[in-house]
C-alpha cells in the first residue's frame, strides 16, 4: 500500500512540473514598447556601474527594461537585425543595442554622432553592455 502511494505521488508530481514547465515555456514575451522602463540612465552611467562591480550590476540592471540614452557611435545591420552601438567615456566597452525586427527598419534614419534613446532588456557584460528587444525611442 505504501508503495502505490509513493509511485502515485512521483507521477503527480512529475505531471505538475511538467504542466509548470509547458506554461513557463510558452508564456507570451514582454511587449517592450509598450513596457514602461524599469531604470532610466545614461550608457556612461551603465557601463561605469559594470565595470566597477558587475555582480552588483547584475543584481540591479540584469533582465531589467532599461531606457538607456547615448551618442551613436555605430550602427549596422546583420541578417536583417540592426545592432546599434552607443559611445561611453570608458576607453574599452560600449553599449550594444540588438534591435527588435520592427526598430530595425528605421536603422538608416540614424547618423553617427546622434544622441539617441533606446529602451530594452539588459542581458549582461561581456566587455559591452548588452541590450536586447531594444525600441528606438527618440531619433
Do not use: W
Not at 506554461?23 to 511587449?31: E, G, I, L
Not at 551613436?72 to 541578417?79: A, D, G, I, M, Q
Not at 552607443?86 to 543595442?97: E, I, R
Amino acid at each position: 500500500m505504501n508503495k502505490n502511494k509513493i509511485i502515485f505521488s512521483i507521477l503527480i508530481i512529475g505531471i505538475l512540473c511538467f504542466f509548470i514547465s509547458y506554461k513557463m515555456y510558452n508564456r507570451p514575451h514582454a511587449n517592450i514598447t509598450e513596457s514602461t522602463p524599469d531604470i532610466t540612465l545614461t550608457a556612461d552611467t551603465i557601463i561605469a556601474a559594470f565595470s566597477s562591480d558587475e555582480t552588483k550590476a547584475n543584481s540591479r540592471y540584469l533582465d531589467k527594461i532599461l531606457n538607456i540614452t547615448g551618442t551613436v557611435s555605430e550602427f549596422k545591420l546583420e541578417k536583417n537585425k540592426g545592432i546599434i552601438t552607443l559611445k561611453t567615456n570608458q576607453d574599452f566597452g560600449s553599449v550594444l543595442c540588438h534591435l527588435s525586427e520592427s526598430a530595425s527598419q528605421n536603422i538608416h534614419s540614424l547618423i553617427v554622432g546622434q544622441k539617441i534613446t533606446l529602451k530594452g532588456v539588459c542581458t549582461g557584460y561581456l566587455m559591452d553592455v548588452i541590450l536586447v528587444k531594444a525600441e528606438i525611442i527618440n531619433e
